[in-house]
């Protein structure tokens, strides 16, 4: 009779597969049902072999419903970052382009700073939804979604009276008179998009929750065309408008957003109606329980958006004080790395719903699985990354300006980003596996330390003191993506082990296979 090889668990070894010696197939009942993770230990070349394929029937199992949350989400934040490169291109065709695509910067970059906190805010939903589909419970999905619209609400004329003091401190910057002139009135323009956009993000964070991405996607994809037509329009005057300039492309992105919110709206009135989920009957008086608890789980990841967007915001108000061609290559290197970065963050809002509805549901393995086959797709995705900044970062930088100093300028930058790509990654979606499992504290706090104490004081003492420029800048800012990065890799990792110590029984997996 043929060995076979069995699967058990292993708590102090929740992700790592090893393979068991061969064992009599009288011998598995002595095995717990209660398992925890696949492991296995030995060392036969056949062994190795199935090794493997267990692995790949490990990370397959989950990667499949996985994608399917994940394509849709990853094409919404592509969508999401198109349109501020859009606007990006569509200014930069004007006469004197360094300047257009450096108040883009500049503005875009100060108002996301306090916009980002608003929308950090609503990624409670994200725990709230997740927990509560995955434990089938409808009705609190609901009643999350109506205390989320209140709260986006109540903190909208907050964030846009913060908005409307940027004027003064732009202007005590030191920036550019050219670059001030089209700054300020376009991120006057962005203010009034504040509300749609957490609407927009309340609507999102409830839907993606219970399963459904694709209406995301759709919202964002065809809001790309409507803000490509309301650029082309209000920026260079077409269609009875007067040409508006810089400040135009601001108002375009707001009716985009407008669009956006609406478009979800919609989508969640029409599957209450068909599939009568009971939405209509929820209770719509404010439960301030329910938004204390929205703060409570928002606040923390809130507060690392805000700190994470906060200090790209310092750096490009730094960069600004050296000019337009440095500031003008630095929005374009950012939107570069912004857009490559759209793909784990798609992968991390899935992962995120994956490991909060395996909670809901009490089952701590499938979170397990789905956190670290998250960790997998990212890492491959950005490890390719990495090869084509390195190798070509000049011939991406051509696609925005032909202004050949901005091009050599960008084109260094994107060689620097390229170092912190894959670490990148890692830290999305380790904050996104984290946010599913209820922990929101601690990626704010290694953003603090690691942005704020080491990147950005690092940054600024090459770019000035030493005299590098901007991708002294960067190369600081580097260094504190790594070390993030690494550190959330490891608290995921301890997160995660402590799933192991769930007792909730788990199907026990047993291949027979000749040894």
Same mark, same amino acid.
């Given at each position: 009779?043929?060995?076979?090889?069995?699967?058990?668990?292993?708590?102090?070894?929740?992700?790592?597969?090893?393979?068991?010696?061969?064992?009599?197939?009288?011998?598995?009942?002595?095995?717990?049902?209660?398992?925890?993770?696949?492991?296995?230990?030995?060392?036969?070349?056949?062994?190795?072999?199935?090794?493997?394929?267990?692995?790949?029937?490990?990370?397959?199992?989950?990667?499949?419903?996985?994608?399917?949350?994940?394509?849709?989400?990853?094409?919404?934040?592509?969508?999401?970052?198109?349109?501020?490169?859009?606007?990006?291109?569509?200014?930069?065709?004007?006469?004197?382009?360094?300047?257009?695509?450096?108040?883009?910067?500049?503005?875009?970059?100060?108002?996301?700073?306090?916009?980002?906190?608003?929308?950090?805010?609503?990624?409670?939903?994200?725990?709230?939804?997740?927990?509560?589909?995955?434990?089938?419970?409808?009705?609190?999905?609901?009643?999350?979604?109506?205390?989320?619209?209140?709260?986006?609400?109540?903190?909208?004329?907050?964030?846009?009276?913060?908005?409307?003091?940027?004027?003064?401190?732009?202007?005590?910057?030191?920036?550019?008179?050219?670059?001030?002139?089209?700054?300020?009135?376009?991120?006057?323009?962005?203010?009034?998009?504040?509300?749609?956009?957490?609407?927009?993000?309340?609507?999102?964070?409830?839907?993606?929750?219970?399963?459904?991405?694709?209406?995301?996607?759709?919202?964002?994809?065809?809001?790309?065309?409507?803000?490509?037509?309301?650029?082309?329009?209000?920026?260079?005057?077409?269609?009875?408008?007067?040409?508006?300039?810089?400040?135009?492309?601001?108002?375009?992105?707001?009716? $985009?957003?407008?669009?956006?919110?609406?478009?979800?709206?919609?989508?969640?009135?029409?599957?209450?109606?068909?599939?009568?989920?009971?939405?209509?009957?929820?209770?719509?008086?404010?439960?301030?329980?329910?938004?204390?608890?929205?703060?409570?789980?928002?606040?923390?990841?809130?507060?690392?958006?805000?700190?994470?967007?906060?200090?790209?915001?310092?750096?490009?108000?730094?960069?600004?004080?050296?000019?337009?061609?440095?500031?003008?290559?630095?929005?374009? $290197?950012?939107?570069?790395?912004?857009? +490559?970065?759209?793909?784990?963050?798609?992968?991390?809002?899935?992962?995120?719903?994956?490991?909060?509805?395996?909670?809901?549901?009490?089952?701590?393995?499938?979170?397990?699985?789905?956190?670290? +086959?998250?960790?997998?797709?990212?890492?491959?995705?950005?490890?390719?990354?990495?090869?084509?900044?390195?190798?070509?970062?000049?011939?991406?930088?051509?696609?925005?300006?032909?202004?050949?100093?901005?091009?050599?300028?960008?084109?260094?930058?994107?060689?620097?980003?390229?170092?912190?790509?894959?670490?990148?990654?890692?830290?999305?979606?380790?904050?996104? $596996?984290?946010?599913?499992?209820?922990?929101?504290?601690?990626?704010? +706090?290694?953003?603090?330390?690691?942005?704020?104490?080491?990147?950005?004081?690092?940054?600024?003492?090459?770019?000035?003191?030493?005299?590098?420029? $901007?991708?002294?800048?960067?190369?600081?800012?580097?260094?504190?993506?790594?070390?993030?990065?690494?550190?959330?890799?490891?608290?995921?990792?301890?997160?995660?082990?402590?799933?192991?110590?769930?007792?909730?029984?788990?199907?026990?997996?047993?291949?027979?296979?000749?040894?």
């Amino acid at each position: 009779m043929p060995d076979f090889i069995a699967v058990r668990a292993n708590r102090n070894l929740p992700v790592i597969l090893q393979f068991v010696r061969p064992c009599n197939p009288d011998k598995l009942e002595s095995y717990s049902p209660h398992f925890t993770q696949t492991v296995v230990e030995c060392s036969s070349p056949r062994s190795k072999f199935m090794l493997k394929r267990l692995f790949v029937h490990y990370i397959a199992e989950e990667a499949r419903p996985m994608l399917r949350l994940a394509m849709p989400l990853v094409c919404a934040e592509l969508g999401w970052m198109t349109m501020g490169i859009v606007d990006t291109m569509m200014v930069g065709r004007q006469t004197d382009s360094a300047v257009a695509i450096g108040a883009v910067s500049l503005g875009g970059i100060l108002y996301i700073a306090v916009a980002i906190f608003g929308t950090g805010l609503m990624l409670g939903l994200d725990t709230l939804v997740s927990h509560a589909y995955g434990a089938g419970d409808l009705e609190e999905c609901h009643r999350v979604l109506v205390n989320g619209i209140y709260l986006s609400f109540g903190i909208s004329p907050l964030l846009m009276g913060i908005v409307w003091t940027f004027g003064p401190l732009i202007r005590s910057l030191g920036v550019q008179n050219a670059i001030l002139e089209q700054a300020v009135p376009y991120v006057h323009a962005l203010n009034w998009s504040t509300l749609p956009l957490l609407l927009y993000f309340v609507f999102r964070r409830y839907l993606q929750g219970m399963d459904q991405a694709k209406p995301v996607m759709f919202a964002l994809i065809s809001a790309n065309l409507v803000n490509l037509l309301g650029n082309w329009a209000l920026v260079y005057g077409h269609l009875g408008f007067r040409a508006m300039g810089t400040v135009g492309s601001g108002w375009s992105t707001c009716v $985009a957003r407008i669009y956006m919110a609406g478009v979800l709206l919609a989508y969640c009135a029409y599957y209450d109606r068909r599939y009568k989920t009971g939405l209509r009957d929820t209770r719509r008086l404010p439960d301030f329980f329910r938004i204390w608890r929205l703060v409570q789980l928002g606040l923390p990841a809130a507060t690392q958006f805000g700190m994470e967007v906060g200090v790209f915001a310092v750096a490009t108000s730094m960069i600004a004080k050296l000019g337009a061609i440095p500031l003008a290559s630095h929005q374009i $290197a950012l939107n570069t790395v912004s857009l +490559t970065y759209m793909v784990p963050l798609g992968i991390s809002a899935a992962a995120a719903v994956r490991v909060g509805q395996a909670i809901g549901r009490g089952d701590p393995h499938a979170a397990s699985r789905a956190g670290w +086959t998250a960790m997998f797709l990212a890492t491959g995705f950005m490890g390719m990354m990495t090869i084509l900044f390195l190798a070509a970062p000049q011939y991406i930088t051509r696609i925005y300006t032909p202004d050949p100093a901005v091009v050599a300028a960008a084109g260094t930058l994107l060689f620097v980003g390229g170092f912190f790509q894959l670490f990148d990654g890692m830290q999305t979606v380790a904050t996104g $596996a984290l946010r599913g499992a209820g922990d929101t504290r601690t990626p704010m +706090t290694c953003h603090l330390i690691f942005y704020w104490l080491v990147g950005l004081p690092l940054g600024a003492y090459l770019c000035f003191h030493l005299g590098w420029g $901007a991708p002294g800048l960067w190369i600081g800012l580097s260094v504190a993506l790594i070390l993030i990065g690494c550190a959330l890799l490891y608290f995921w990792r301890r997160e995660e082990r402590s799933f192991a110590t769930q007792k909730v029984p788990l199907a026990a997996t047993t291949l027979r296979v000749p040894y």
